[in-house]
């Protein structure tokens, strides 16, 4: 007899629900949606970075007997839907109407009977350009003399985009000059990007007659950009359905509201039919939400025998030709904020001036909560750098620094309230687990040795990230609060119904919510089905990115599940005919207190709710509840990475040999899929830290437009990964869970670069900047700086 493991009832390891579709390829992703009547949508795109348009000439693509419709910006412009709003309060071109600011900038779009002759017709599209000098240089940008590139922005005289603090600086300053130690680096996070598997696009259908707007987008939160959309086309919003299908991938990219997605409707708006439109790769990497690019002046101060004082930094961000940063409104340099790290200071300060480039408009946060993984990168490296100035094991520095178990909740020199945490037992886990004294010992046999065979190198990083974005009063994008919400509605027969706000992109939401739900009610998690992506189905929030899903939406779904608990303690006691405090929980069933067995599963209490019959007074039909859930606080997650690397001295080769990962996210609803998050994320991280780069020639063509250029890691690069575990709850999520989805992305870069810098030591390197790949490590190794 084949026996079926049906997963426990509520948290713990069980299969993903959403993968009998996925591994039998009947997922249902934005391409495989085709509609009757539907035409395909291609965009032309700026062949040059900053250039001004002199003239766009469509005649003959009109004429191509498959067009049904060539749109340039001209005549968006007097639709006044030339521009639209970003998610961060500045306005992007949809198709360029003055010059373009990019290359690969929307210029005009083809509608067509098929994707091919839409691609045909775009070559028959005559752009005449004045070429313009473009701004390439994060560096040059504010020169009096750089060309200006937002001269679409009455009164702009520069390149300037933003400036903004955190800290004390005066405070910070002082601590400064009375330190003993003091270190300081540049330190540069070069421009990656998402590159998830799925690129983007969209499917539009404007019914005329209904007025009614159907958008199918891989967009990662369906409400807001049904609301942007509604602002800014003017469609009223109960009249636009926005779907997110199944989605391949999203890793930040998908937040953002692109072009082309406003290019479809307009497609669909004007042909009167359904228009789809799908990125290729190279579009998506030269065009999409870009990530990081940051050049930070990190300085850190301590005494001579290894307490850290204060840290204090600047950054210089290049957020491209439009502002396309999805970060909550208060934070225009997202959570940097929180580079104060894992360590119990004195002070800390950080500016950062962004400005605008002829490069694609960004950041995005590429799995992270909005700019963190560029904060403990700057401070995981500073630590290292320290304790080599110090002659500090860097696992004794970050230990005798590290903010007390005893210290929570624990408020950080910029103003954030970490909820829990055990950072020592953490680390000690990652200690036992990698072996570290041994490898230590290893390495100092193996210098001692000096064969110059291999240089092995160990290096370690401690993160804390805040995810959960976030509380209402501080956290809103273009004025909408970021709470979320749920649905529960409980059938008569016992199965149930659970529609939530966030939208997966492949992180197992439709089974780790049903586990939420089955924890709480006893139902077993197969029969609970998770309903997303869908505007018309589901409750309005925010959607999915910064690990926000489970801080936010999951604490909706237990308070949802707690509600229908509690109504049905009332609806036992009737049917059992005591009262409702004479009833005791055990999971699925009420039981009359001391009388194990005596009372009333979750099944028949439902079936009661919605059956004939009296119910107790007061109590209405149904067994259903909506949340809405605005968190108190950020949850806290963090994590102790050790990575041991070895480098060819030969070719400057860097194989990752061991990465041990120990995260501390709280309660884990299903530990299977928390590694599987975290397996992904410490790839993604190995890939920035070795190889990831989207870089720019002189002129501002992108050189990261296909995979051939920007390298992702694959199986070959990357080691198995040692994974554990400890669990310091949130006292303020309902089940004390911590988001995770992104800790890997964040803790592993330094942990690698901390590795092959340590590995270098032999050769007098005190830093190399990512991506550290075997030229940029054979340039450190001869002694010179890492190329700008
Ligand atoms: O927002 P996003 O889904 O990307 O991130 P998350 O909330 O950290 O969740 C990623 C996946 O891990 C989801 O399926 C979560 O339900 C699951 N998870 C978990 O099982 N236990 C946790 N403590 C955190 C997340």
């Given at each position: 007899m084949i026996t079926v493991d049906r997963g426990p009832v509520g948290h713990g390891r069980m299969l993903r629900k959403e993968d009998r579709r996925f591994v039998r390829g009947r997922g249902r992703y934005l391409d495989d949606i085709t509609l009757p009547g539907m035409l395909h949508l291609a965009v032309l795109r700026s062949p040059v970075a900053h250039a001004r348009i002199l003239s766009v000439d469509t005649l003959a693509a009109e004429a191509h007997p498959k067009v049904r419709a060539v749109v340039t910006g001209a005549m968006l412009a007097e639709r006044g839907l030339a521009w639209m709003p970003t998610l961060s309060g500045d306005v992007q071109a949809v198709l360029a109407t003055d010059k373009v600011r990019f290359q690969g900038q929307e210029v005009a779009f083809v509608v067509a009977e098929d994707r091919y002759a839409a691609r045909d017709a775009l070559e028959l599209i005559d752009v005449e350009y004045d070429v313009l000098e473009p701004v390439v240089d994060v560096r040059r940008a504010l020169d009096p003399d750089a060309p200006l590139i937002r001269d679409d922005v009455a009164g702009k005289a520069d390149n300037h985009c933003f400036d903004w603090e955190t800290g004390d600086a005066a405070q910070t300053a002082a601590v400064f000059d009375?330190?003993?130690?003091?270190?300081?680096?540049?330190?540069?996070?070069?421009?990656?990007?998402?590159?998830?598997?799925?690129?983007?696009?969209?499917?539009?259908?404007?019914?005329?007659?209904?007025?009614?707007?159907?958008?199918?987008?891989?967009?990662?939160?369906?409400?807001?950009?049904?609301?942007?959309?509604?602002?800014?086309?003017?469609?009223?919003?109960?009249?636009?359905?926005?779907?997110?299908?199944?989605?391949?991938?999203?890793?930040?990219?998908?937040?953002?509201?692109?072009?082309?997605?406003?290019?479809?409707?307009?497609?669909?708006?004007?042909?009167?039919?359904?228009?789809?439109?799908?990125?290729?790769?190279?579009?998506?990497?030269?065009?999409?939400?870009?990530?990081?690019?940051?050049?930070?002046?990190?300085?850190?101060?301590?005494?001579?025998?290894?307490?850290?004082?204060?840290?204090?930094?600047?950054?210089?961000?290049?957020?491209?030709?439009?502002?396309?940063?999805?970060?909550?409104?208060?934070?225009?340099g997202g959570f940097f904020g929180v580079f104060t790290g894992s360590y119990d200071i004195e002070a800390a300060y950080c500016s950062?001036?962004?400005?605008?480039?002829?490069?694609?408009?960004?950041?995005?946060?590429?799995?992270?909560?909005?700019?963190?993984?560029?904060?403990?990168?700057?401070?995981?490296?500073?630590?290292d750098l320290l304790a080599d100035e110090l002659g500090l094991d860097p696992v004794e520095l970050r230990l005798r620094n590290f903010i007390r178990s005893d210290q929570f909740p624990y408020t950080s020199r910029t103003g954030w309230v970490y909820d829990s945490g055990d950072y020592a037992a953490t680390m000690q886990e990652a200690l036992r687990i990698a072996g570290y004294d041994e490898l230590r010992a290893e390495q100092a046999a193996q210098r001692a040795a000096g064969d110059g065979q291999s240089l092995m190198g160990i290096g370690v990083s401690f993160f804390t990230e805040a995810v959960g974005a976030g509380p209402r009063k501080d956290m809103d994008m273009l004025g909408l609060g970021m709470a979320d919400g749920c649905e529960l509605r409980v059938h008569p027969t016992g199965s149930a119904v659970l529609r939530i706000s966030v939208q997966t992109q492949g992180q197992g939401h439709e089974t780790t919510f049903a586990q939420l739900v089955a924890e709480e009610l006893g139902i077993h998690p197969e029969n609970v089905d998770v309903v997303h992506g869908d505007t018309d189905n589901t409750p309005y929030g925010l959607g999915t990115y910064g690990s926000r899903s489970t801080p936010v939406s999951g604490a909706a779904a237990v308070i949802a599940a707690r509600r229908v608990r509690d109504k049905a303690r009332l609806i036992a006691a009737g049917m059992l005919e005591v009262a409702p405090e004479d009833l005791e929980w055990t999971k699925g069933r009420f039981d009359v207190r001391g009388v194990p067995g005596s009372g009333v599963t979750i099944e028949q209490i439902a079936m009661r709710a919605h059956g004939a019959g009296d119910l107790p007074e007061g109590v209405e039909g149904g067994l259903d509840a909506q949340v809405s859930y605005n968190p108190d606080n950020l949850t806290y997650p963090y994590g102790a990475y050790i990575c041991v690397v070895d480098i060819d001295p030969g070719t400057a080769v860097v194989k990752v040999r061991r990465f041990v990962a120990v995260d501390d996210c709280g309660t884990r609803i299903n530990e299977m899929i928390v590694e599987g998050q975290i397996h992904g994320g410490l790839t993604d991280g190995v890939g920035m830290a070795l190889m990831e780069f989207i870089g720019y020639d002189e002129d501002g063509n992108c050189l990261?437009?296909?995979?051939?250029?920007?390298?992702?890691?694959?199986?070959?690069?990357?080691?198995?990964?040692?994974?554990?575990?400890?669990?310091?709850?949130?006292p303020h999520h309902p089940i004390g869970a911590k988001g995770v989805g992104e800790s890997a992305t964040v803790g592993s870069p330094p942990a690698v670069v901390n590795a092959v810098i340590d590995a270098l030591a032999p050769y007098g390197v005190r830093h190399a900047d990512m991506p550290l790949t075997p030229s940029r490590v054979w340039e450190a190794m001869q002694g010179r700086a890492t190329p700008p």
């Amino acid at each position: 007899m084949i026996t079926v493991d049906r997963g426990p009832v509520g948290h713990g390891r069980m299969l993903r629900k959403e993968d009998r579709r996925f591994v039998r390829g009947r997922g249902r992703y934005l391409d495989d949606i085709t509609l009757p009547g539907m035409l395909h949508l291609a965009v032309l795109r700026s062949p040059v970075a900053h250039a001004r348009i002199l003239s766009v000439d469509t005649l003959a693509a009109e004429a191509h007997p498959k067009v049904r419709a060539v749109v340039t910006g001209a005549m968006l412009a007097e639709r006044g839907l030339a521009w639209m709003p970003t998610l961060s309060g500045d306005v992007q071109a949809v198709l360029a109407t003055d010059k373009v600011r990019f290359q690969g900038q929307e210029v005009a779009f083809v509608v067509a009977e098929d994707r091919y002759a839409a691609r045909d017709a775009l070559e028959l599209i005559d752009v005449e350009y004045d070429v313009l000098e473009p701004v390439v240089d994060v560096r040059r940008a504010l020169d009096p003399d750089a060309p200006l590139i937002r001269d679409d922005v009455a009164g702009k005289a520069d390149n300037h985009c933003f400036d903004w603090e955190t800290g004390d600086a005066a405070q910070t300053a002082a601590v400064f000059d009375r330190a003993e130690v003091v270190v300081r680096q540049e330190l540069v996070f070069p421009r990656v990007h998402p590159a998830p598997l799925e690129t983007c696009g969209a499917v539009a259908d404007y019914d005329r007659v209904e007025e009614k707007l159907t958008l199918w987008a891989t967009t990662q939160a369906p409400h807001a950009h049904r609301t942007l959309y509604s602002m800014f086309a003017g469609i009223p919003e109960h009249r636009i359905r926005v779907i997110s299908p199944d989605i391949g991938g999203g890793f930040g990219n998908k937040v953002p509201i692109y072009p082309g997605y406003v290019c479809a409707i307009v497609g669909s708006m004007v042909t009167g039919r359904p228009v789809k439109w799908t990125e290729d790769r190279t579009e998506n990497l030269i065009a999409s939400g870009f990530a990081r690019d940051y050049v930070m002046q990190g300085e850190i101060a301590a005494t001579r025998d290894g307490r850290i004082l204060a840290l204090r930094s600047h950054v210089l961000a290049d957020h491209g030709a439009f502002n396309g940063t999805a970060a909550p409104r208060k934070f225009p340099g997202g959570f940097f904020g929180v580079f104060t790290g894992s360590y119990d200071i004195e002070a800390a300060y950080c500016s950062m001036t962004a400005v605008h480039t002829n490069k694609a408009p960004g950041g995005v946060a590429y799995a992270c909560s909005f700019r963190i993984a560029e904060a403990v990168y700057l401070t995981e490296r500073m630590v290292d750098l320290l304790a080599d100035e110090l002659g500090l094991d860097p696992v004794e520095l970050r230990l005798r620094n590290f903010i007390r178990s005893d210290q929570f909740p624990y408020t950080s020199r910029t103003g954030w309230v970490y909820d829990s945490g055990d950072y020592a037992a953490t680390m000690q886990e990652a200690l036992r687990i990698a072996g570290y004294d041994e490898l230590r010992a290893e390495q100092a046999a193996q210098r001692a040795a000096g064969d110059g065979q291999s240089l092995m190198g160990i290096g370690v990083s401690f993160f804390t990230e805040a995810v959960g974005a976030g509380p209402r009063k501080d956290m809103d994008m273009l004025g909408l609060g970021m709470a979320d919400g749920c649905e529960l509605r409980v059938h008569p027969t016992g199965s149930a119904v659970l529609r939530i706000s966030v939208q997966t992109q492949g992180q197992g939401h439709e089974t780790t919510f049903a586990q939420l739900v089955a924890e709480e009610l006893g139902i077993h998690p197969e029969n609970v089905d998770v309903v997303h992506g869908d505007t018309d189905n589901t409750p309005y929030g925010l959607g999915t990115y910064g690990s926000r899903s489970t801080p936010v939406s999951g604490a909706a779904a237990v308070i949802a599940a707690r509600r229908v608990r509690d109504k049905a303690r009332l609806i036992a006691a009737g049917m059992l005919e005591v009262a409702p405090e004479d009833l005791e929980w055990t999971k699925g069933r009420f039981d009359v207190r001391g009388v194990p067995g005596s009372g009333v599963t979750i099944e028949q209490i439902a079936m009661r709710a919605h059956g004939a019959g009296d119910l107790p007074e007061g109590v209405e039909g149904g067994l259903d509840a909506q949340v809405s859930y605005n968190p108190d606080n950020l949850t806290y997650p963090y994590g102790a990475y050790i990575c041991v690397v070895d480098i060819d001295p030969g070719t400057a080769v860097v194989k990752v040999r061991r990465f041990v990962a120990v995260d501390d996210c709280g309660t884990r609803i299903n530990e299977m899929i928390v590694e599987g998050q975290i397996h992904g994320g410490l790839t993604d991280g190995v890939g920035m830290a070795l190889m990831e780069f989207i870089g720019y020639d002189e002129d501002g063509n992108c050189l990261g437009g296909s995979l051939m250029d920007y390298l992702i890691p694959t199986a070959k690069e990357v080691p198995d990964w040692e994974t554990g575990m400890t669990v310091t709850p949130s006292p303020h999520h309902p089940i004390g869970a911590k988001g995770v989805g992104e800790s890997a992305t964040v803790g592993s870069p330094p942990a690698v670069v901390n590795a092959v810098i340590d590995a270098l030591a032999p050769y007098g390197v005190r830093h190399a900047d990512m991506p550290l790949t075997p030229s940029r490590v054979w340039e450190a190794m001869q002694g010179r700086a890492t190329p700008p």
